[in-house]
């Protein structure tokens, strides 16, 4: 399984970016794709989270109303699309897989990710 995000960048506050993250060799039937972020000097933490391509996602409170999550299942490409960005949301961003499907989703955890893209800086200037 590889997964290859693209997207992301300098951008100035209250602009908008999307993230794509392409999965090749994936054969899961049950599964959770989420978007991570790590700032410096601080713990890599969820952002947004779905179960299955196609199926429900969910958000964490910081990007709720900002952040979109989607997917084409057909080219098997999750997006991360980036509204109104603060400073706070600039990190590198990561796409992940886990089969621990329940914990991953219903947290938007990093705890049980399987495969990890390499990561794309995202930041935001004032």
């Known amino acids: 399984v590889q997964l290859v995000e693209s997207g992301g960048g300098l951008v100035q506050a209250g602009e908008s970016t999307i993230l794509s993250c392409a999965l090749f060799?994936?054969?899961?039937?049950?599964?959770?794709i989420g978007w991570f972020r790590q700032a410096p000097g601080k713990e890599r933490e969820g952002v947004s989270c779905?179960?299955?391509?196609?199926?429900?996602?969910n958000y964490v409170d910081s990007v709720k109303g900002r952040f979109t999550m989607s997917s084409d299942n057909v080219k098997k490409v999750v997006y991360l699309q980036m509204n109104s960005l603060k400073p706070e949301d600039s990190a590198v961003y990561y796409c992940?897989?886990?089969?621990?499907?329940?914990?991953?989703?219903?947290?938007?955890?990093?705890?049980?990710?399987?495969?990890w893209g390499q990561g794309i800086e995202v930041s935001v200037s004032a």
């Open positions: 992940g897989v886990s089969t621990v499907v329940t914990e991953t989703f219903n947290r938007v955890t990093p705890d049980f990710i399987d495969f």
């Open positions: 060799g994936f054969n899961f039937d049950n599964y959770a």
């Open positions: 779905l179960r299955n391509l196609g199926g429900d996602i």
